[in-house]
């Protein structure tokens, strides 16, 4: 996705080759590398030749606007791929922590590696130069394994949302959810991703960046315009972007109603009811509402610039303007769209307890003094009087004190809907 997008890149400048080259002033010179007709013999063209090589390999953006591209790309690249594999790490060594949604958390961590370490370091050579200097192996492969790896991101993060909706709904059908199944649902969402970006395989290609130079660029060349023109309605906007904002909002939104509108059982009373409760639902419409802003937020202006491009711009000598400011935003709108994968373990795994925790011990190096599972249920007996429990179901791990004289029913509904919670 973020290659393509500098594909728009291209089409907005080409049409006015100054935005290809913005240090470039001479205009008697520039036209004569872009327009074959003022050369008449091949010394002149070879000249030619050599003016355009040497322009298309010098920096887009100046010497310091390249450094700062470049050190706000290395920066998140850094912290993402720091930050999921602690969040992989964490998983892989503490039995404790391949709950459902852990699994599916460390599962949006590799694909989030994927996208820090294939998209980020190559969007920034595309960016900083205006012709693609990888060659075409580069230039197909890292534009399908882009669109691969964000689309496992987003997928996962759509079955985080579908599996947490399900466990505050279905309590104890979410329990249900084996390895097996997971697994599953993994091979769903990296098969979805890989076949959904065959074209890119196909379809990314190098082109000649002007008339008269030897320099290329890594750009879509669809049989027709409308292919691609549909190809991004359907597989880039719809299903990368808009369909799981979609429904990652729903699921939330049932999610927050649900917690909001279940009392507790009259006989039971856990630790204040009303406080805790109250501060489990604030916890959660907080969750909801900073995951999909997030997610939201990220990838809008990407996604707005490239439909921008495509659908409602088209170069005229008149909208020169236009071109400068979409040579200039491009790049932040991608660095944006990246930096989700950056902020996913932050959001998904370290603010939760249990991953914090984990690190920790990880950092430690002593991970016996994980004992993240063990849930201490107080239960009161008036005439049997009063007994500790532990209970395991690989949730958070908090001493809740539950008396009186409830139902079993309503007693396990309450406690594993508690936990699940807590656990978001």
Known sequence: MLLISNSSLYEAALAFPYYIFPNFNDTDVFNGIFNTTTTTNDTDLSNFYMEGDDLAYTLRYGILGSALLSVAYGLICIVGVCGNVAVVVVVARSPTMRSPTNLFIANLAVADILVN???????????????WILGIFFCKT????????????????????????????????????????????????WFVALTINLPWLFVFTLEPLGPNTLAKVCIELWPTQQSGDWYFLIANLFICYLGPLIVISVCYVIIWKRVSNRGLPHEIVVNRKNDVYTKSKVKVLKMILVVVITFALSWLPLYALCCFIKFFWTPREDNVHISEKIVIALPICQWLGAANSCVNPILYAFLNRKFRVGFKGIIRKNTRSLSLQDLEIREVNPRRGTKMKTCKNGLNGKAVAVAGTASSDDYSYFIRKQLIIEAL
């Not at 370490?117 to 012709?131: Q, R, S, V």
């Not at 947490?164 to 959810?177: C, V």
């Not at 390895?179 to 969402?189: D, E, L, M, P, S």
């Open 117 to 131: 370490i294939l998209c980020l370091p190559f969007t920034l050579i595309g960016n900083l130069f205006p012709a």
């Open 142 to 189: 890292v534009s399908y394994l882009q669109g691969v790896s964000v689309s496992a991101s987003v997928n996962t993060l759509t079955a985080i949302s579908l599996e947490r909706m399900a466990a505050i709904n279905f309590p104890f059908l979410s329990g249900s959810m084996t390895q097996t199944k997971y697994k599953f649902a993994v091979i769903v969402i």
